[in-house]
């Protein structure tokens, strides 16, 4: 009887985890990207952050400059594809750990953003090679500011 009780209770631990996350830890949200057509990068950086747990879909985007601007996506901030992660936009190859310290910090942004295709991004992987590259921020009055550097 106890063997059943512990079993009952393990198998309702792991109830309600849609995203395979400790106990305890807060929900992700689920991740929204939207993207150029035939873009295969930003199938590669969905899968980055379908690893770390989160729930990815993707659509391509008849118009990407519509679904930009519809986004507040500043024009020198673009890349090849937008998200919604919650209230956030997340704009290009910005890593899984930058993408989480901002749902913890939930700073009063707009988004983040990694600019262009930096090599080294996740998505945009080739080898130890990494460009150092920012992840801004930026907000609805055209606000910006680094958020994150990287230079693995």
């Not at 690893?51 to 993707?58: H, I, L, Q």
């Amino acid at each position: 009887m106890r063997q059943l009780a512990a079993i009952a209770f393990i198998a309702w631990l792991g109830t309600g985890n849609p995203h395979g996350q400790s106990a305890g830890a807060p929900a992700l949200p689920d991740v929204k990207v939207e993207k150029q057509p035939g873009c295969g990068c930003c199938e590669i950086w969905a899968r980055h952050m379908r690893t770390a747990g989160f729930k990815v879909t993707v659509t391509e985007a008849a118009d990407v400059d519509a679904m930009k601007r519809k986004h507040g996506i500043p024009d020198n901030l673009r890349s090849c594809h937008t998200s919604v992660v919650g209230n956030y936009r997340v704009e290009g190859h910005v890593p899984v750990d930058v993408v989480k310290k901002m749902l913890a910090e939930k700073p009063a942004v707009s988004g983040i953003a990694v600019a262009g295709m930096p090599l080294g991004s996740p998505g945009m992987e080739a080898g130890s090679r990494v460009e150092p590259y920012n992840v801004v921020s930026f907000d609805a009055q055209g606000r910006q500011r680094i958020y994150a550097s990287i230079s693995k």
